[in-house]
Antibody, heavy 124, light 107 residues
Framework: QVQLQESGPRLVKPSETLSLTCTVS??????????WSWIRQPPGKRLEWIGY???????NYNPSLKSRVTISADTSKNQFSLKLGSVTAADTAIYYC????????????????WGQGTLVTVSS | DIQMTQSPSSLSASVGDRVTITCRAS??????LNWYQQKPGKAPKFLIY???RLQSGAPSRFSGSGSGTDFTLTISSLQPEDFATYYC?????????FGQGTKLEIK
């Protein structure tokens, strides 16, 4: 079955760029039919959808983060990545990657499976 | 954005109890509502889709209902492994949003 695993630095300094990678096994980021997504959860807060990539190059971002977010894919490594710029302490969170099936209307069905998540702390 | 509000935020119950969690959307989302279970230190686990359809492998004691703006998740007879935090999520439109969670604790 499809499995996802996040990796990247756990500590980022304020104003710098947070970079994470999600490695996919058992499936392909280049395959049609799925949105490859990033979701985060600040400590003690609700889950927040960040955005997704599909067909390895098309993207959709949460407007609240759009000016700072880039999601890209490396099909040769079967990975997709998140870059979040100009980070502050408010970006401290557990970051998850997840897959969602594309629904008929172009929306998504649900998020499944998820990676285990990685805590990224923004601090000097 | 569609705001998702769950109630209660926390709930104490005993093994064997029947419990119901409510999720309300700020506008109609038809039946585009999913439920997840999250245990401490773990990723959310997908439970229910389209408001009332049980994910393959999810125990039958879980059920969901509702449409429009009001939805419920019911656990018919609580088991020890059910004590967790539950989140609703709308898949009606982007940006996809989650409720604030309901923490189910052992009484």
């Amino acid at each position: 079955q499809v499995q996802l695993q996040e990796s990247g630095p756990r500590l980022v300094k304020p104003s710098e760029t947070l970079s994470l990678t999600c490695t996919v096994s058992g499936g392909s980021v280049n395959s049609g039919g799925y949105y490859w997504s990033w979701i985060r959860q600040p400590p003690g807060k609700r889950l927040e959808w960040i955005g997704y990539i599909y067909y390895a190059e098309s993207t959709n971002y949460n407007p609240s983060l759009k000016s700072r977010v880039t999601i890209s894919a490396d099909t040769s490594k079967n990975q997709f990545s998140l870059k979040l710029g100009s980070v502050t302490a408010a970006d401290t969170a557990i970051y998850y990657c997840a897959r969602a099936k594309i629904a008929s209307a172009g929306t998504l069905d649900w998020f499944d499976p998820w990676g285990q998540g990685t805590l990224v702390t923004v601090s000097s | 954005d569609i705001q998702m509000t769950q109630s209660p935020s926390s709930l104490s119950a005993s093994v064997g109890d029947r419990v119901t969690i409510t999720c309300r959307a700020s506008q109609s989302i038809s039946s585009y509502l999913n439920w997840y279970q999250q245990k401490p230190g773990k990723a959310p686990k997908f439970l229910i889709y389209a408001a009332s359809r049980l994910q393959s492998g999810a125990p039958s004691r879980f059920s969901g209902s509702g449409s429009g703006t009001d939805f419920t998740l019911t656990i018919s007879s609580l088991q020890p492994e059910d004590f967790a935090t539950y989140y609703c999520q709308q898949s009606f439109s982007s940006p996809y949003t989650f409720g604030q969670g309901t923490k189910l604790e052992i009484k």
